[in-house]
């Protein structure tokens, strides 16, 4: 497959250079791994006139942790999240999202970053930046702000990323003491697959519960009312059962080609009930290890 | 508009002029020759078209050549400068391909994980060939062969 549309290719070497070419050219596209972009090329989803390729700038593949904040740049691969130390220490959660992000060959060149600015619903980074409360660090070149996630969505492949701003990296705030986490990811076999669900749950004795889901509403959603009423319930077989009635209320699922509706919402309170139950275990310093495939 | 750029390709340094619009695949099988790395899906889902870029594995389909500048990359065919990798031998004998249209993509993905993990377990050899399609075996000879090549048990 060949791409069509023409288009120029800068790889410039410092950030001052990437804004002043943002703003002369309206019609161009910032380049990380590509594994979206490319393909969005050759579909002709996209007909940018200048491609600018930023993995030439130094300082953004950073994996970072200071007071209770981790920052993963925008040049971290999903491959750097499952091998990076830090992470395996201050939220191994992260790793066991990356390894289910497509093949070996893809996650070697793309980004997290990448993944939240193309904003597919079934992305898998969304619903981990959910429950660790992130904050999209963006910058037009003159100053720089933090966007938090819940804002950054405006819908499937829509974000509130203007056409002359970059993201930087993403801002994670990591609770307090001891904290777990699970991901499970809903695929329709093992290996390489778009998600038909995912869900994401971290749990610590000082901030409680923090739910989210992806690929079951136009954008990844938090279920901030089962987390409510996880703060004055503890985990049974009967607060169970209402927290899977509630799960209805907080996505709006579609039938496609990987998953009907209905078996989104069902499976979806399997995997929250699953979830909430490895999570409990692993706070206590049981459970599976992570990076285990749940599903 | 064509640009000069310089890659380093299965060891040796190559000048080359390609559009900014130009796949790398295409580039290494129609420029350069290469044809072990082949089109299947053209969109990242297939991994026939599996090459190391920097060493690591990357899906050729979706990579600008451009993007390669000064940059090396690795087909199948610097991987076999010496002749056939331990994992080819042990394919050829299991007879693990039937066509072979996927076979280099195996091999490039077989070669990354035994040298980032030589002692794989069989489920960490499946996720690392997940990524890669073949429509005549059903995959277990393939698998079988890595298995056999790295001596792993379960």
Known sequence: ?295 | MKKEITVKINGEKRKIEVRPTEILLDVLRDTLGLKSPKCGCGRGDCGTCAVLLNGKSVKSCLVLAIEVDKQEVTTLEGLMNDGLLEVQEKMLEGNSFQCGFCAPGFVVMSHELLEENPKPTKEEIKEALSGNLCRCTGYTPILEAVEKTCGCKE
Request: with cysteine.
């Open chain 1, 1 to 295: 497959m060949t791409i069509i549309n023409d288009f120029d290719y800068i790889r410039p070497t410092n950030l001052k250079e990437v804004f002043k070419l943002l703003n002369q050219n309206k019609l161009a596209k910032l380049l990380a791994g590509g594994t979206d972009l490319i393909g969005n090329l050759k579909e002709e989803m996209v007909k940018p006139k200048l491609i600018i390729d930023i993995k030439s700038i130094k300082g953004l593949n950073k994996i970072k942790y200071a007071q209770n904040e981790l920052f993963i740049g925008a040049l971290v691969t999903f491959d750097d999240l499952i091998h990076s130390k830090v992470i395996m220490n201050k939220c191994p959660v992260v790793m066991e999202m990356a390894k289910t992000v497509a093949s070996k060959a893809i996650r070697n060149r793309a980004t997290m970053v990448g993944n939240i600015c193309s904003a597919v619903p079934c992305m898998d980074s969304g619903a981990i930046l959910h429950v660790y409360e992130a904050s999209v660090v963006v910058s037009d070149g003159k100053k720089k702000w933090d966007v938090p996630v819940k804002k950054w969505f405006k819908g499937p492949r829509k974000t509130i990323l203007k056409k002359n701003e970059m993201v930087m990296g993403v801002k994670l705030a990591i609770p307090k003491g001891n904290h777990s986490g699970v991901y499970m990811k809903l695929g329709r076999y093992k290996g390489e697959d778009l998600a038909q669900a995912t869900c994401a749950v971290i749990m610590s004795k000082k901030e409680g519960v923090k739910i989210s889901f992806g690929s079951v509403a136009p954008t990844p959603v938090r279920a901030i009312t089962i987390e409510k009423f996880l703060k004055n319930n503890l985990l049974n077989d009967q607060t169970i059962a209402e927290i899977k009635k509630m799960v209805e209320n907080e996505i709006s699922p579609i039938d496609d080609i990987r998953a009907s509706k209905e078996y989104r919402i069902h499976m979806v309170k399997v995997m929250l009930e699953r979830s909430l139950k490895i999570a409990h275990e692993r706070l206590n310093g049981a459970g599976v290890v992570y990076g285990t495939n749940h599903l």
